[in-house]
């Protein structure tokens, strides 16, 4: 019988294991392909913990080789393969990646990774650098798909991303993330106080056809005069305006087809937003402004500034904060601040899209007409506001029941003395 190979203090040592003349140990083996790896340890207790290791991968089927590949090696793999997404939802990704995980969270081994260090990587963004949690969830919707593809082509056991953005939003109350409507007195108290406002009546008509048709950002800003058909009182949503702001590539615009099929659709006009647009261009004509830019072969678009250039998300979101402070100041100078005093909310452009669909929720709108004014490619999506919007309704309805009924009974009390 051959005798078995032995470490300097008499150990036996395993096939495959060897003491090196440092004293250090490191164990050979070949994959199911034939090649050859190696891992090392300082002690042979330290090099058995690695072999169990990669015993349990052998068992579980993963590869030898995820003990090689970062986390950017396998972005890469998931890029090439990526399929079925916008150009400027694919793009925004990998700026995303490239801007927040690739020289961070991104030069780690898989074989190393740990539902911990992704933890603590989204808590730096939020509490360190400031990023906001909408952000931080479009970070986490790319890194997610990469380790589920990870977890598929046997590189990790499991998806290690699992839960951390859940996480992190109960740890700062956002657990839902869901966009909050205005309640129509909030609602009224919008539209009211743009309409009356010197200042900011210019931007009544944008924020009124998007409170009162639930167009996307990206939907009414690329919207033109020819998408209109004011005798019918149609909108015609046919396309996308998509603003870009990259570090690299500067801003700029593209005009896209809208992100689904469903998102191509028209939408019958309220008769206050017929008096919108007729509002923008009797403003225009006054201003003598109008639309003087060119993009991707589109022009004419109807909501323009006073330079004749397109709006964008930014723009509109910081407008509409200018305009929640001066309401909320113009109210607080005239009634003060007490307790039942209303004021309008935070909230931003796409709380108008959620405001529209939950007056339809509450009006009673048919849910399959709602998905198509909308533009839900997903069911699930219209029932899911249908559902928080009826919920809230049904609280408000017993809320007031509770209400009529204690003055009743107060009546009647006062009946009896």
């Known amino acids: 019988m051959a005798q078995r190979r032995r470490d300097n203090k008499g150990r036996i040592l395993k096939d495959g294991e060897s003491q090196r003349k440092d004293g250090s140990y490191d164990y050979r083996w070949r994959d ?3 090649k050859r790896h190696s891992i090392y340890g300082r002690t042979l207790e330290e090099l058995r913990e690695k072999e169990d290791d990669i015993l349990q991968d052998q068992r579980d089927g993963i590869r030898s080789e995820a003990r090689q590949i970062t986390v950017n090696e396998m972005f890469d793999v998931w890029l090439k393969l990526k399929r079925g997404l916008k150009d400027n939802t694919l793009q925004n990704y990998i700026y995303m990646y490239d801007m927040f995980v690739r020289n961070e969270l991104g030069t780690i081994k898989l074989c190393i990774l740990r539902h911990s260090d992704i933890r603590r990587f989204y808590n ?4 360190v650098r400031g990023i906001k ?16 593809l990870a977890v598929q082509d046997n ?8 839960n951390a953005l859940k996480e992190l939003k109960l740890m700062h109350n956002q657990d839902n993330g869901k966009k909050k409507a205005l309640t129509k007195p909030e609602q009224d108290l919008f539209i009211r106080y743009l309409k009356k406002s010197v200042q900011y009546e210019h931007w009544y008509p944008i924020f009124t ?5 639930g167009m996307r950002v990206s939907e009414i800003t690329g919207l033109r ?7 019918k009182g149609m909108i015609d949503v046919n396309h996308t305006l998509i603003y870009y702001k990259h570090r690299q590539n500067g801003c700029y615009y593209n005009v896209h087809t809208p992100k689904t099929k469903s998102g191509i659709r028209t939408i019958p006009m309220l008769s206050v937003v017929k008096e919108a647009f007729e509002k923008e261009k009797e403003f225009q004509e006054s201003a003598e402004i109008s639309c003087q830019v060119t993009i991707d072969g589109y022009t004419d678009f109807i909501f323009v500034n006073r330079f004749g250039n397109v709006h964008n998300q930014g723009t509109l979101n910081r407008a509409i904060k200018r305009i929640i402070r001066d309401c909320n100041q113009e109210i607080l100078d005239n009634e003060g601040a007490n307790k039942n005093v209303l004021l ?15 007056r339809m929720c509450e009006a009673g709108v048919n849910l399959k007409a709602m998905q198509d004014i909308l533009g839900h490619a997903d069911y699930t999506t219209t029932m899911n506001i ?4 009826t919920e809230e309704l049904k609280e408000s309805e017993i809320s007031e029941l509770d209400e009529f009924l204690k003055k009743d009974e107060q009546e009647d009390s006062e009946d009896e003395e």
Request: hydrophobic residues 35%; glycine residues 2%.
């Open 32 to 34: 199911r392909k034939g």
């Open 124 to 127: 730096t963004l939020y509490e």
């Open 133 to 148: 949690i909408s952000t931080i969830d479009v970070i986490h919707n790319v890194l997610h798909q990469v380790l589920e």
């Open 155 to 162: 590189y990790l056991r499991n998806n290690i991303s699992d």
């Open 209 to 213: 056809i998007m409170t009162y048709t």
């Open 225 to 231: 005069w020819c998408d209109i058909d004011m005798k």
């Open 344 to 358: 309008l909310p935070n909230f931003s452009c796409h709380s108008l899209r959620h405001t529209f669909a939950t």
């Open 386 to 389: 249908y559902t928080d919007a």
